[in-house]
């Protein structure tokens, strides 16, 4: 087996990096597929409690890199999903305890026996995010429809570019298409045409995300979840399928459709 | 009630037009005072060979996709009194 390295990574902090590693994951291993997740936010640990898994770490990965473990010993494995794994990040060290071929040699391991190994990137610029980019054969980028991710993301698509990584694509989070619908809030067509990237996924605004980090499960476990399909479809198009974008707008819920023909002029 | 007075204009289209003028420059690292700086000097390079109509020159950063090139437009004086 050859696996895929996919790192997630966005330049902004707090788009939503660690939920979309968590769910792409979840999406891959709920196909059948083996996924493993590596948190390489040295110092700020949250995979691990974005998937339920923080009360089963004993090891992480700047033991694997220091030698102090074997490889396996710092894998969790999900308690719903057994092709699922996670190597989490180390919480009480820096980013300069693990360097950017330490992170090739990891994932060189991990490719044998996975299908895909998913890196959460720290946000930034600096060696977290080198660390992240250098193992990878596909980089996602994620950002929201807002000025400073946008910008952000525009940055960080250069700079993988110049390592040779590109070129990289994105995932569009958080829109809400009741304010794309007003005119307040740029429509994913106006990000793509700023960032001209191939986009591989656009993730609606839905509050189920928050539902499922404070329970720990991944929303793209939960069939009813807008957000939660539209994570399952960008696993589907990792795997290469054509899946079409889901139609946003049409997708606003019932009280919005009333709400929206009892406004005036609306 | 907006659309009586005329649909206030939303803020995404300004969104979208500030950032394309913040992108271009952030890619081409070439800041707003630079870009004046440099038509300056390509004029009094230019000015040294050839008479040009100084006020209507214009430098900009066309983009291609992520690429971008750097576009002069120096419009030359044609009072025939400069051979």
Same mark, same amino acid.
């Given at each position: ?8 990574? %966005? ?18 291993? %709920? ?30 990965? $700047? ?34 305890? $693990?360097?950017?071929?330490?992170? $090739?040699? #990891? ?10 190994? #998913? ?28 000025? %400073? ?102 997708? %606003? ?14 | ?83």
């Amino acid at each position: 087996m050859v696996g895929s390295v996919i790192t997630i990574t %966005s330049g902004k902090g707090g788009v939503g990096k660690t939920t979309a590693t968590a769910n792409i994951a979840a999406a891959l291993a %709920s196909t059948g597929k083996k996924a493993v997740c590596i948190d390489a936010d040295i110092g700020l640990r949250n995979l691990d409690v974005v998937l339920g898994l923080e009360n089963r770490i004993v090891y992480d990965l $700047v033991d694997v890199v220091e030698g102090r473990c074997r490889l396996r010993q710092a894998m969790i494995r999900d308690k719903r999903l057994p092709e699922l794994y996670l190597i989490p990040a180390a919480q009480t060290r820096d980013k300069s305890a $693990v360097s950017p071929s330490d992170m $090739v040699k #990891l994932a060189n391991e991990l490719r044998e026996e996975h299908d895909y190994i #998913l890196i959460d990137s720290p946000a930034g610029i600096e060696r977290g995010f080198r660390n992240s980019i250098a193992p990878a054969d596909r980089v996602i980028i994620i950002t929201n429809p807002e000025v %400073s991710a946008v910008r952000d993301a525009d940055r960080i698509i250069g700079l993988v570019e110049a390592e040779e990584k590109g070129p990289a694509q994105l995932i569009i989070n958080r829109l809400n298409a009741g304010m794309v619908e007003r005119g307040d809030m740029l429509a994913a067509e106006d990000v793509l045409e700023l960032l001209a990237i191939e986009l591989i996924g656009v993730v609606p605004e839905d509050e189920e995300v928050i539902v499922g980090t404070n329970r720990g499960t991944p929303v793209a476990l939960d069939s009813k979840s807008k957000a939660g399909q539209a994570f399952r479809n960008i696993g589907q198009r990792i795997q290469g399928e054509t899946v079409p974008f889901m139609d946003l707008g049409q997708e %606003s819920g019932f009280f919005d459709r009333i709400s929206k023909l009892m406004r005036p002029g609306g | 009630m907006q659309n009586l007075f005329g649909r206030k204009r939303g803020s995404a289209s300004s969104a979208k037009d500030r950032l394309q003028m913040v992108l271009i420059h952030d890619r081409s690292n070439l800041p707003p005072g630079v870009m004046d700086a440099l038509r300056d000097e390509l004029i009094e390079v230019i000015s040294r060979h050839v008479k040009v109509r100084k006020s209507d020159v214009q430098i900009e950063i066309a983009q291609d996709g992520r690429k971008q090139r750097l576009v002069a437009d120096i419009p030359l004086e044609t009072d025939g009194q400069n051979r």
